[in-house]
């Protein structure tokens, strides 16, 4: 009988642990890029290491295509623009 | 070619085929005009002015008003100094500061290497070995 209050804890804690889990922003390959919300739901903008927001949430030369973390910005006027 | 390397090859023309505006670096409240002769490229970085003036300001003390920029060879980005060492560049025309004399003698000696930023999805200079991959004692 005892054990059932325990049992229903540790259920609780699993729950509340991957319910977190699934909640979580999941950061992307490129150490510590992650992905802003653009205006177009259909894109992103990216945050760089040094916190700055890329202008840009679809690459400068090739329009068509979606940011990538893996790319190091370049900058213009001080702010980052990303690539594909 | 990478598509960073297309950029920085002409700015301007990339930034108003994309329709992106900027301000002024200098003065803010007025918008850059984006074309060759309001740009000017410091290393990797380019920076868009209203007007001549500005522009010019800023080119007769760029280590005053350039902020950080990346360094051509190790590709750090870096604040540079009055006394840092620094290139123009005839082929281009670009301003290139320098985080170390090591870079420096780098770059002049393969200056081809160097001029574009060369990134890919797995840039060398970002991936180098850290403390953990070396092994302990080596």
Not at chain 1, 8 to 23: D, K, N, P, V
């Amino acid at each position: 009988m005892s054990s059932s209050p325990r049992l229903i804890g540790w259920s609780l804690l699993l729950g509340l642990g991957l319910t977190a889990c699934q909640m979580s922003p999941a950061p992307l390959q490129g150490d510590g890029v992650f992905t802003v919300p653009s205006a177009d739901p259909e894109r992103h903008h990216l945050r760089f290491v040094d916190g700055q927001v890329s202008r840009n949430d679809t690459c400068m030369v090739r329009l068509e295509n979606g940011l990538n973390p893996r790319v190091p910005p370049l900058y213009v006027n001080g702010e980052p623009v990303g690539f594909c | 070619m990478p598509c960073p390397d297309v950029f920085v090859q002409d700015v301007p023309a990339v930034l108003n085929r994309k329709g992106l505006a900027f301000a002024c670096y200098m003065d803010p409240s007025r918008p850059a005009l984006c074309d060759s002769e309001h740009a000017v490229r410091v290393n990797y970085e380019t920076y868009l002015f209203a007007d001549g003036a500005a522009r010019d300001r800023f080119s007769d003390d760029v280590v005053t008003y350039c902020g950080l920029l990346t360094d051509p060879v190790t590709k750090q980005r870096f604040r540079p100094a009055a006394d840092s060492p620094y290139h123009e560049d005839e082929a281009t025309g670009v301003l290139y500061y320098f985080e170390s004399v090591s870079s420096f003698t780098m770059f002049l000696r393969m200056p081809e290497d160097y001029r574009l930023p060369g990134y890919t999805m797995d840039p060398p200079a970002l991936s180098a070995p850290t403390d953990e991959s070396v092994p302990a004692g080596a």
